[in-house]
């Protein structure tokens, strides 16, 4: 399974938009890039997905370079809502997945 | 649509004392199905997964057991508690058959172990 980087955490503030970027160096031919977000005492929530270039849907926009070795998760315009932890996840269906420890996002009003 | 059960929502129990925790899952068929667990603070830690009927494969050893008795149901099990076994347990599923994966957790069962 491909391992992933992330920042232990990052800081905002209300209405700002928010970039968390993960790397995965390692990364396979039939993996995918899916993206969590956990709340305290919660089962994480799926956010996003994507194989290559970029995606958006309601919620976030995830951009993929060329080279697939790194990815961005961007949450535009962030609200207090947003204070979680996001889990950056690498792998194929096919096998089972890895959580790192997230990045924990604290936004601030 | 889909649903993901999972009881119970707490449990406390003493060392040495046997566990079981189930989750049912409904709306679809042949599901996977996964346990995790996460310590306080920690990311989750994928205990056992199932692509089927008594299709499990276990990820870490450990004293914790897992089976699946119908297709939709999966229940993970401990003859006897340990105190490192304290933490909040997470059942999900995903879709089979698909390229690409979502899984969905369930609500979690929280045990402590004392």
């Known amino acids: 399974l491909a391992k992933t980087t992330q920042p232990i955490s990052m800081d905002s503030y209300e209405g700002q938009e928010v970039n968390i970027t993960c790397s995965h160096n390692n990364i396979a031919t039939n993996d995918y890039i899916t993206w969590y977000q956990q709340f305290p005492s919660q089962g994480p929530r799926f956010i996003i997905q994507g194989y290559k270039t970029k995606v958006t849907n309601e919620v976030a926009s995830l951009f993929i370079p060329a080279d697939r070795k790194s990815s961005t998760l961007s949450l535009p315009r962030v609200s207090l809502s947003d204070t979680a932890v996001y889990y950056c996840?690498?792998?194929?269906?096919?096998?089972?997945?890895?959580f790192g420890s997230g990045t924990r996002l604290q936004v601030q009003p | 649509s889909q649903t993901i059960h999972q009881w119970p929502a707490t449990l406390v129990q003493p060392v040495g004392s046997p566990l079981s925790l189930e989750c049912t899952v409904e709306?679809?068929?042949?599901?996977?199905l996964y346990w995790y667990r996460q310590a306080a603070g920690r990311g989750l830690q994928l205990l056992f997964y199932s692509i089927g009927i008594d299709q499990i494969s276990s990820e870490v050893p450990q004293n914790l057991s897992a089976s699946r008795p119908q297709d939709r149901q999966f229940i993970l099990s401990s003859k006897k508690l340990l105190l490192s076994d304290s933490g909040f347990y997470l059942c999900a599923w995903s879709p089979p058959g698909t390229g690409a994966y979502e899984q969905y957790f369930g609500p979690g069962t929280r045990l402590t172990v004392t």
């Open positions: 996840l690498v792998g194929d269906m096919r096998r089972a997945l890895t």
């Open positions: 709306g679809t068929s042949n599901p996977n």
